[in-house]
């Protein structure tokens, strides 16, 4: 048998109103931390695409330039996409425009000729080696990269001993 007497109304324990309020503010302040994640997790996720969506245009790029044979009759085509060949280009490349999703982005391509075949031989000064680069710059100023860069090295063969 219990033979504690009942409770009475002051000697319940409760929370007070000051130790409510303090607990909101502490919840309010946790929870604007939170928020700002959600802000950041989100202007992270759109620079993620916007990189993501740069690769893929440069990829493509560099892809089609890799399927123009690289010949002794093809190495002095000039450079026009999407049906030009490998001639080099002005020091600062070709710029166009290109939109992927909605996005705009700014390619610039660079071909320039590395090795040449020597005075004497046929086909002298013809250039045997060449380098390609591929930078794509997002048009708008928000994203947190500046330009995704690829490049590659052709090579073609060219009769004779050098």
Do not use: H
């Not at 695409?49 to 093809?74: G, N, S, V």
């Not at 710059?137 to 994203?143: I, S």
Request: proline share 6%; with cysteine; hydrophobic share 40%.
């Amino acid at each position: 048998m219990n033979c504690m007497p009942p409770k009475t109304a002051a000697t319940q324990a409760g929370f007070t109103l000051l130790e409510t309020a303090i607990a909101m503010v502490l919840l309010m302040v946790i929870g604007l931390a939170i928020a700002s994640l959600f802000t950041y997790s989100i202007s992270a996720n759109s620079r993620a695409d916007d990189r993501e969506l740069a690769m893929a245009i440069a990829q493509k790029r560099m892809e089609w330039l890799r399927t123009i044979p690289f010949t002794t009759q093809t190495r002095s085509l000039a450079y026009a996409y999407p049906n030009g060949g490998l001639a080099a280009t002005a020091t600062a490349g070709v710029s166009d425009t290109t939109t992927s999703a909605g996005r705009s982005y700014i390619v610039n391509t660079t071909i320039q000729d590395l090795n040449f075949v020597p005075n004497g031989d046929p086909d002298a000064g013809a250039p045997t080696l060449k380098r390609i680069q591929i930078s794509v710059t997002p048009v708008t100023a928000n994203t947190g990269f500046d330009t995704v860069t690829i490049y590659t090295l052709r090579s073609t063969q060219v009769p004779g001993k050098y």
